[in-house]
């Protein structure tokens, strides 16, 4: 009897994101590279790339038409981001079409109980509030970290108020504005998590430094490698 071969979850990241950065390299705009004549390190460099970093798996296509499409998947983490690119001797740099950011939106700010700080957070549907949380910051200059969870968020304090709270979805590195509390001993605060664009990244001009024929790109804290490939 075939024993059946395990396949990681990586693996399969992998594989599916090689097939959708193979299906965007072979569908440029026809008629844009004449439109966008590729100088001589656009020829060298456009290509497509796979990451290879521990508990990783994705891709970059860097298109002759200067048009670029990235994939990450990390852990709990999917990401993407289209646009354009451009390179010199020792760089490229990604600069991503207009993305509509997540927003934190207050919907209302009332006094609540004595000594207690409640926050309610409505998120869109199949997200789980536990991935959320607050910074709080006390009159007294010093601040803590609360986590959500599905009922939201009571912070039972004393002594010092807190001041202003910062919403935070730590999974994508979004921290929002900062919310000035009103002055009062209790607070009762309703938030609305507005997705938008989320795990779209907003490049800017980001830049990937070459390594011989590899690509380095620093994010998460540490350095991916994106290595060609061949479709």
Known sequence: MRRRRRVSRNSRQRKAAGM???????????????????????RALAAEYGARHMEMGG???????????????????????????????????????????????????RTGRKGDLHVTLDVPEGMSRQYFSVLIRRADGTGERQQFDEDGLSYVFSGERPVTLVPVLELYE??????????????????????????????????LERDGRNLMLRRFGTTIRFAPQSI
């Open 59 to 109: 891709g970059l296509v860097l298109r002759p038409d200067g048009r670029f499409h990235y994939e990450l998947s990390y852990g709990a983490l999917d990401e993407m981001a289209d646009g354009t690119w451009a390179c010199d001797q020792d760089s490229i740099f990604l600069t991503s079409d207009p993305v509509n950011p997540p927003r934190f939106m207050v919907e209302s700010l």
């Open 174 to 207: 979004l921290i929002g504005e900062p919310i000035k509390l009103p002055a009062g001993d209790g607070f009762d605060i309703r938030l609305r998590f507005a997705a938008n664009d989320l795990g779209k990244v907003a490049f800017s001009r980001t830049v």
């Open 20 to 42: 959708a950065l193979a299906l965007a390299l072979m569908t440029a705009p026809p008629g844009a590279a004449a439109a966008n004549p590729a100088s001589a390190c656009v």
